[in-house]
């Protein structure tokens, strides 16, 4: 399919998910044809998803990111997920060599030194496994929201990755805090309980930190980067956050 015939497709599902629940939004990707992966951090958001996909028996591969920095307690969440939905979730890990150039250039936690040397580890520990987990798919299914925070205000329901070759679908576009919080009470879905410790978004636990009242959801990731359109290059091109001085 070519990049315009792509971006057209992705225009015509963007308008058909948005007339549905997301139950039926999911379905409707899944029986698409082509492969869809949802990738998971096992965050709140991406728990109602795997929920969906799980009670549903939607055929979507559920996969997540191992990068050998995750909190204790995501780790933990990952068995308890596979468990409770009777799904299989497939982890994707950095690849050893890659951690020791990483290590010998900047040090194990040279991430807090500066922007250069944070994308530098977002990339082996999480944009090469993402390659891997997305490598021959379709669709790529994501928890994002447009109430995350000012650099994802305006996520569609679906939009063509030129960068990936495939069409990103975001089930929850416009899903609140409040919608998230509603469907994981009402349904029983298992979280990670560092959000009840002031955690609305959980990342590799180095770089993740407690929230204050009053905080955008996404302020304590990277919270030593002065700049609010942090993000690790997953969804947003890797070029665009490699020429941001203060991270994107
Ligand atoms: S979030 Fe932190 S530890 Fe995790 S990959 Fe990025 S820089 Fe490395």
Redesign the pocket.
Known sequence: MSISNAAAFAASLDAQLAELDLSARLRLVAGLEGRAVFTTSLGIEDQVITAAIGWNGLPVEVSTLE?G?LFKETVDLIAETEERFGISIKRFYPKPDDIDAYAAKYGLNG?YESVEA?HA??HV??LVPLAEALSGARFWVTGLRRSQSGNRASTPFAEYDAERDLIKVNPLADWSIDDVNAYVEAESVPTNPLHKRGYPSI??E??TRAIKPGEPERAGR?WWENDEKRE?GLHVPEAATSLVPTPA
């Open positions: 990068t920095r991430f944070r580890c977002c520990r999480k990342g590799c180095p770089c990277w690790c």
